[in-house]
């Protein structure tokens, strides 16, 4: 096209040696050639590993014997080993030999040690999230106050979705250094524990009896199991104004935790209202002592 617009042979020929043999930065030469090469290479590589995470990647693992966290780690890991794989070979294609690369890196060591560490840190932990596997997609955990459903899980992020809706990016690293509650770690199942206050007085035995079929009533209470022990009633203590009592149980599924434990408490309220049992609520007694005089 330059030639068409009247480019002369000699203006060609400089731009082709241009374009082939580029120009020197310090002791560094740039190809633009190699340059365009490398990143095409870049472009093509990335999209097809892309391509080969999204779609042969998961056919493959589907039919392996494998948990769902291990087959989430694996499909992740696949993604970051295209996207460097494409990356060296663009550097390859670009001329940037090993040795460059070496420096690069120390280069950018200092500029972790100084501003990039948490990045870092983070980074290091999502490897250890995804080979380890304390947490998995789909799990109910509680990190500090928050607590919710792990929704993603990423190299440097997990995304957890709340009971509102709401989604948090807790970063890797909290994860890692934290205390980190797992309800669904080795199965869905888990316990309830609902607090319980009848009047003094009342028949301790009569009030478990209540409970226990409460309990026994409800679907997602389990109730016969050799994992898990069935429904039990405990009492823990002598309050100022009533005893205090414990109903433990077993539900199969932990995320509901909470829709059982109210349907549990309108049932027990139910059941004391038609057993006239009493739940007392704090009183204080006042004695006046005769010959006592008040001044105003």
Not at 161 to 190: A, C, K, Y
Not at 198 to 211: H, N
């Amino acid at each position: 096209m330059l030639w068409v617009w009247g480019l002369s042979h000699q203006g060609l020929d400089l731009i082709v040696t241009f374009l082939q043999e580029g120009f020197w930065i310090g002791s560094f030469r740039v190809v633009p050639l190699q340059i365009a090469a490398a990143l095409l290479a870049f472009s093509l590589l990335f999209a097809f590993s892309g391509w080969f995470k999204q779609n042969v990647v998961p056919g493959w693992l589907s039919n392996a014997r494998i948990e769902r966290g291990a087959r989430d780690a694996l499909i992740t890991v696949t993604g970051y080993l295209g996207l460097a794989v494409s990356l060296l070979v663009a550097l390859s294609l670009a001329g940037v030999g090993f040795a460059n690369i070496a420096i690069i890196a120390g280069a950018l060591s200092v500029g972790i040690g100084f501003g990039l560490q948490n990045i870092v840190n983070n980074f290091i932990s999502g490897f250890i999230l995804l080979i380890e596997r304390p947490i998995r997609t789909g799990d109910w955990i509680l990190v500090g106050a928050i607590e919710g459903f792990v929704h993603r899980i990423s190299i440097r992020s997990t995304q957890l979705r709340t009971f509102d809706g709401s989604h948090i990016i807790v970063p890797n690293s909290e994860l890692i250094s934290s205390q980190v509650t797992n309800w669904m770690l080795h199965d869905s199942s888990g316990r309830i524990k609902i607090p319980i206050s009848v009047a003094y007085g009342s028949d301790l035995e009569k009030v478990r009896v209540i409970l226990l079929a409460v309990a026994h009533q409800h679907d997602m209470v389990i109730t016969e199991s050799n994992q898990v022990s069935a429904p039990v009633v405990l009492m823990t203590g002598f309050g100022d104004s009533a005893l205090h009592l414990e109903l433990r149980c077993f539900i199969r599924s932990i995320d509901n935790r909470a829709q059982v434990f109210s349907d549990l408490c309108f049932a027990i309220n139910a059941a004391f209202r038609e057993e006239s049992i009493e739940i007392p609520f704090p009183q204080r007694d006042v004695h006046v002592k005769e010959g006592s005089s008040f001044r105003s």
